[in-house]
T-cell receptor
């Protein structure tokens, strides 16, 4: 069975600090997708990134970066120079790769609440 | 485009009452999903649909029924609500040109007393 573990329940940092959110996954599939979603206090879910299991290159998008390591089954998310607006719950998710790439049966982790104070 | 919309946004039910949550998407997506979010448990898949007229069970389907009579709509029904169904319900859709992203609705907060 697929499983996603986000061991950090809550992290508190001061603005401008760097912070890394951990995500460890379990799957028997050789092909799968990994996702990160952000849920700000307003409650909506915001898609951040999707990676497939064959692409282990790290990705950087502005202050956000992702480190995918198949050897340790981890897909960690780092926010550089955190800002108050980064305060949210962040979810890591895993999806099996079916025949249709648009179909995603997501298994979510329990989320990490990030609090960034001024 | 409105994206994914959910009706209603909030609802309070008494134990044993029934209700239907409506999800609508205007992106012509083939796939639709219903999740529930509970404190400390993340989101869990209730039911999903891979096309008009089809539905399938997810991780936590008991106590819920769904229907997808039209491609753009996905209904979630609670026949006899229980306090354990107090949760925030999210609908999502995926497919089409933006195959890599699952779009979520704003959520419905349901309280069963």
């Amino acid at each position: 069975a697929q499983k996603v573990t986000q061991a950090q329940t809550e992290i508190s940092v001061v603005e401008k600090e760097d912070v890394t959110l951990d995500c460890v996954y379990e799957t028997r599939d050789t092909t799968y997708y990994l996702f990160w979603y952000k849920q700000p206090p307003s409650g909506e879910l915001v898609f951040l990134i999707r990676r497939n299991s064959f692409d282990e290159q790290n990705e950087i998008s502005g202050r956000y970066s992702w480190n995918f390591q198949k050897s340790t089954s981890s897909f960690n998310f780092t926010i550089t120079a955190s800002q108050v607006v980064d305060s949210a719950v962040y979810f890591c998710a895993l999806s099996e790769a079916g025949k249709n790439t648009g179909f995603q049966k997501l298994v979510f982790g329990t989320g990490t609440r990030l609090l960034v104070s001024p | 485009n409105a994206g994914v919309t959910q009706t209603p946004k909030f609802r309070v039910l008494k134990t044993g009452q029934s209700m239907t949550l409506l999800c609508a998407q205007d992106m012509n997506h083939e796939y639709m999903y219903w999740y529930r979010q509970d404190p400390g448990m993340g989101l869990r898949l209730i039911h999903y649909s891979v096309g008009e007229g089809t539905t399938a069970k997810g991780e936590v389907p008991d106590g819920y029924n769904v229907s997808r009579l039209k491609k753009q709509n996905f209904l979630l029904g609670l026949e006899s609500a229980a306090p354990s169904q107090t949760s925030v319900y999210f609908c999502a859709s995926s497919g089409g040109e933006t195959t890599y992203e699952q779009y979520f609705g704003p959520g419905t907060r349901l309280t069963v007393t």
